[in-house]
């Protein structure tokens, strides 16, 4: 069976998981007071059951698997949650396009939009970090950023958010490695 590719809104592309779609309904249901596992559980399948049987060229963009799962949540009752899964992604959207990277006193360097697919690439430069572990060190990162609520962030402190969660990352990573030797 073809693994399902994602594309992100950034145009970068990763396998799907089925557990990020999981967590989406768990969320979406959390988020308005109704959080039965089951069911998010139940939902979760039936998208990749029907992605699986659906996608012959194996590639899905993350708006599609979005309106899915709204649509689910729709057809099952649970229309509260599809709205407020809505109003979460379009804050997050707005809050991310807010955010800008200040130089530190003293640099030459102008300010830059905020970008979690340009702080992945970094990562992979470097050449210790995988695709799939940059991008998910940058998410971690950008939930610190959004969960801090500025809109001002100095490449300082994200060298220091970043240094953090490059070191967890990377020591989970060596754990698990030990452990399914």
Same mark, same amino acid.
């Given at each position: ?73 729709? /057809? ?7 709205? +407020?899964? !809505?109003?979460? %992604? &379009?804050?997050?959207? @707005?809050? *991310? ?40 060190? /940058? ?7 959004? +969960?801090? !609520?500025?809109? %001002? &962030?100095?490449?300082? @402190?994200? *060298? ?22």
């Amino acid at each position: 069976m073809m693994q399902i590719r994602v594309v992100k809104a950034d145009g970068q592309i990763e396998p799907y998981l089925h557990t990020k779609v999981l967590g989406t309904f768990h969320h979406a249901l959390a988020a308005v007071g109704d959080a039965p596992v089951f069911a998010a559980e139940q939902m979760a399948e039936a998208v990749t059951f029907y992605l699986y049987r659906q996608k012959e060229h194996g590639q899905i963009t993350a708006d599609e698997i979005h309106l899915m799962v709204e649509s689910v949540l729709s /057809a099952t009752g649970f229309a509260h949650a599809a709205e +407020a899964l !809505n109003r979460h %992604r &379009l804050t997050r959207r @707005l809050k *991310r396009r807010r955010i800008e990277v200040l130089a530190d006193p003293g640099d030459d360097e102008p300010t830059a939009e905020w970008s979690k697919s340009r702080l992945a690439q970094s990562l992979t430069r470097s050449g210790e970090i995988d695709p799939l572990t940059a991008r998910a060190i /940058a998410g971690a990162v950008e939930e610190k950023v959004i +969960a801090m !609520n500025i809109t %001002r &962030l100095r490449k300082s @402190l994200l *060298r220091q958010l970043i240094a953090g969660d490059v070191e967890s990352f990377l020591d989970a990573r060596r754990q698990l490695d030990a452990v399914t030797v």
